[in-house]
């Protein structure tokens, strides 16, 4: 297994390091078509590389270490740290096209977008908080990371991004910035149709919902299997299913963690019946099996003349206990612990090591594997059946001196499905509260409340509902895109209506604010495509998922928005002041 994470974190590397760039070239791009301004890329690419520099240094102060997990937050960087500066760097340019000089554009910017920006990341800050408490380590340490990167984005883009476009700017003339005609166009539309955009959504929904009951769980399985056809772990994995297994692809290894003092006689009786009974249970049919008590009778047969040919059979679980029972084992503690020591000075301490704990003799494992499906039906059945055997292994000799748990691909598929999922599930429903609350709270307004939590909701179930017709079952590779769903979805969302909220000109909100959020979500479609092009097979499953839940958060923002606040030009004296307290825009 820790081979395995070796390898799935190296290959997540490479891959980053050959599609960041094309990443990068991408967002270059848009950001060209988009502003027609190279000093604007300039600002956000720093803005990216400032971001990422202060997240790693950070993980690093917190001991937070580079997996395969945590390497999604580079593309979390670039397409949430781009979307604050997209934001910040629209509204400046917008303030500029009215004849604003730089310290009125960035107050105004500031009241505006940048205020959208705080609530965005307070809110987001506030759901992911809760993934702290997460069961999974590493989905605490992910939220962790997110939050820092969120953080850092946020302030780079509120100090950083003004000070460098003045700095670029000054002096130089440009062409006033027109916004996007299309998406005032789109939200006039549904403004002057919101019953029939109230039909289309109530269709959409009632369409994700018929599809979610199509919805599969997806076991882990092998992750061997996670890589393509040319990749070394995925070649080695199906030459020793040839060579050993006959060519059937069905076998699963399993792990059970043995914690307590193993050097005593009745643990090693405990563990000699644990393997009898994964042998025998009709669930498991367990083959293969090696543990420190059948080291300890290789190592006595050694000792003994017993052929070499034997010993190995021992070793490999593939002759009977039974057959080595004439050995003279170890009956008292210190007998035992004498042959431990005296394995851990042979050769055979390289094997001896992967079964026991080499220094302290109170940790080992017990491997076992199982032919079975790649099912999460057939991995809650295996995961069942061996908590069954232990157990059954328990009543039958009365020993409790040992706590025993299965490890490996069965244990984290079963274990996300009955506990991590549920507490996903929970925690996304306090998160939505909890954002809808913040959201109400920082800006009085029900209908700005009841919009966001709309887009949340829909995208959400849109998004469930999408799922089964690219092939994405509920499994561990959706943890990056239930983030998203869960609180950085509101961003956006929050940041157009935020302005709706606060300027009078709905019409000009639609056409500048409108374009920034759809160059925003454009830049993190980019992002998350070229990354769904990595080795590992989860991973693309992972960012293919992602992309249809920034797609669907999209979509739920162009058509809930215009229900709510449907564009309207009023333009106020000059004396009028909105009510964040600055002049009209």
């Keep these: 297994m820790a081979t395995l994470d070796a390898h799935s974190s190296d290959v997540t590397q490479r891959d980053i390091q050959k599609l960041a760039p ?13 502003f027609r301004d190279a000093r604007v890329i300039l600002v956000s690419v720093v803005n990216l590389a400032f971001a990422f520099v202060w997240t790693a240094g950070l993980m690093g102060f917190l001991g937070i270490p580079f997996n395969g997990l945590n390497l999604t937050i580079i593309p979390l960087i670039l397409g949430v740290g781009i979307d604050y500066g997209i934001q910040m760097v629209s509204e400046y340019l917008d303030h500029k096209a009215q004849g604003k000089s730089d310290t009125e554009a960035f107050a105004d910017a500031g009241e505006l977008s940048g205020m959208a920006m705080l609530l965005a990341t307070l809110t987001t800050v506030g759901g992911l908080i809760l993934m702290v408490l997460s069961p999974s380590i590493l989905m605490g340490q992910l939220s962790v990371v997110a939050n820092i990167a969120l953080t850092v984005c946020f302030l780079f883009a509120l100090t950083m991004v003004p000070a460098l476009l003045v700095l670029t700017t000054r002096g130089l003339a440009r062409k006033p910035e027109k916004g996007s005609p299309g998406m005032l166009a789109i939200g006039r539309y549904l403004g002057r149709r919101r019953a029939a955009t109230a039909v289309v959504l109530a269709v959409l929904t009632v369409a994700s919902l018929l599809a979610v009951n199509s919805l599969k769980v997806e076991a882990f399985g092998n992750p061997e299997l996670n890589y393509p056809p040319g990749d070394r772990v995925r070649d080695d994995a199906a030459r020793v299913d040839e060579q050993f297994f006959g060519g059937s692809a069905d076998t699963v290894s399993n792990y059970l963690i043995v914690e307590g003092d193993l050097t005593k006689p009745a643990a090693h009786k405990f563990i000699d019946r644990l393997e009898a009974n994964l042998h025998a249970d009709p669930d498991l049919h367990g083959f293969n099996t090696a543990s420190v008590t059948r080291i300890v009778r290789a190592w006595l047969a050694i000792n003994q003349g017993t052929p070499d040919a034997l010993v190995n059979q021992f070793v490999l679980g593939n002759v009977p206990l039974a057959q080595a029972h004439d050995l003279e084992y170890p009956t008292t503690p210190e007998g035992i612990k004498a042959v431990f020591d005296q394995v851990f000075a042979s050769p055979f301490a390289n094997f001896m090591t992967v079964l026991l704990n080499p220094v302290r003799y109170d940790m080992g494992m017990v491997p076992f594997d199982t032919h079975q499906g790649l099912t999460y039906e057939e991995s809650a059945r295996v995961f069942a059946a061996t908590n069954r055997v232990i157990e059954q292994t328990v009543a039958e000799t009365g020993y409790h001196g040992l706590k025993v748990h299965l490890f490996g691909n069965n244990a984290v598929s079963a274990l996300f499905i009955d506990k991590e ?15 809808a609350a913040m959201i109400f709270v920082l800006t009085r307004s029900w ?35 239930l983030v998203f769903i869960s609180a950085i979805g509101s961003d956006n969302a929050l940041h157009l209506i935020w302005n709706l909220e606060h300027v009078e000109d709905q019409e000009r909100v639609y056409r500048h604010v409108g374009k920034a959020v759809t160059i925003a979500i454009a830049t993190d479609v980019i992002a998350f495509v070229v990354f769904c092009f990595q080795t590992d097979l989860l991973v693309r499953k992972t960012m293919i998922a992602t992309v249809a839940s920034v797609s669907t958060l999209w979509l739920a923002t162009v058509l809930v928005v215009p229900l709510f606040y449907p564009p309207q030009r009023r333009v106020a004296s000059a004396a009028s002041k909105v009510r964040t307290g600055t002049q009209n825009p």
């Design 22 to 34: 094309i990443v990068g070239l991408s967002l270059v791009a848009i950001l060209y078509l988009s």
């Design 421 to 435: 999922l549920p507490w996903v599930q929970t925690v996304g429903t306090a998160s939505l509260i909890l954002v």
């Design 447 to 481: 209908r700005a409340t009841a919009a966001i939590t709309a887009v949340m909701v829909l995208s959400s179930l849109w998004w469930l509902g999408l799922l089964p017709s690219l092939g994405i079952g509920l499994s561990v590779g959706l943890m990056l895109p």
